[in-house]
């Protein structure tokens, strides 16, 4: 019996729900203990550990675990086909979505409607692309609005695809936002464009960053953060 848990513990595969998951290691100089979380798609569990950490030990400590992770990979919404749901999330509603393989390949957007063509199966990139540009010109007008309103210079705006983090601020000042937001609802997503334009002044979550942030956001911080924690993983369910 110890043998097989031996192995078990040294196998960086850990079994869920009736899935196996791979386990991610990630070493980190600067950590000084270990973190667990699951992927927000529940593809895979991922452990950041500290540069002294044995493997070993990092994926005992993830099946130790297993029944907090099971509850986690619980709440990981189901995985949805736009295309054969016909309907796509965007600023947080759906719009009708519309696929003609004679139709133009390039999307059209109506207000209310995305119509597009081409193959079927390249259709999914594409869509994710149309969300990006759109994302971005988002983005952009949020940040210039925020930077204004703080009397700051004209932020640079990125997009980025990070599976975990919502928008990081470099020390260039350079913003970088997760493009699943132009998903969420408007509020949700500007949130998180002045939070990361304050990050521009303050390089800390001090009183003064909360400060700014209360001046430049428009309205109660509170509850996007909110809204983020109960349904950001569902801005998941379709691009992975």
């Known amino acids: 019996m110890i043998d097989w848990l031996r192995r078990e513990a040294l196998e960086p ?5 009736g899935r196996a998951l791979p386990i991610e290691l990630t070493r980190n100089r600067r950590a000084k203990r270990l973190t667990l979380r699951l992927a927000p798609d529940g593809s895979a569990v991922r452990i950041t550990l500290p540069h002294w950490c044995r493997s070993a030990e990092a994926v005992a400590f993830a099946h130790a675990r297993r029944d907090w992770l099971a509850e986690q990979l619980a ?3 189901a995985r949805r086909d736009p295309l054969q749901d016909g309907t796509l999330l965007y600023r947080g509603g759906e719009i009708a979505l519309e696929w003609r393989a004679e139709a133009p390949r390039k999307p059209q957007f109506d207000g209310a409607r995305l119509a597009l063509g081409g193959p079927r199966e390249t259709l999914s990139r594409r869509i994710q692309r149309w969300l990006e540009t759109e994302a971005l010109q988002l983005f ?3 940040a210039a609005e925020y930077c204004a309103r703080g009397d700051l210079a004209p932020a640079t705006v990125k997009l980025t695809r990070a599976r975990r983090r919502w928008g990081s601020c ?4 350079t913003l970088r936002l997760n493009w699943r937001l132009v998903q969420a609802p408007d509020h949700v997503r500007r949130s998180v464009v002045a939070h990361e334009v304050a990050h521009l002044v303050h390089f800390d979550h001090s009183p003064a960053f909360h400060a700014l942030l209360d001046r430049l956001y428009e309205q109660d911080i509170d509850e996007p953060n909110r809204w983020l924690s109960r349904h950001g993983r569902t801005l998941y369910a379709a691009f992975g």
């Open 75 to 77: 709440k990981v919404p």
């Open 140 to 142: 952009s007008a949020d």
């Open 170 to 173: 470099s020390s260039e000042g």
């Open 13 to 17: 595969v850990i079994e869920l729900g």
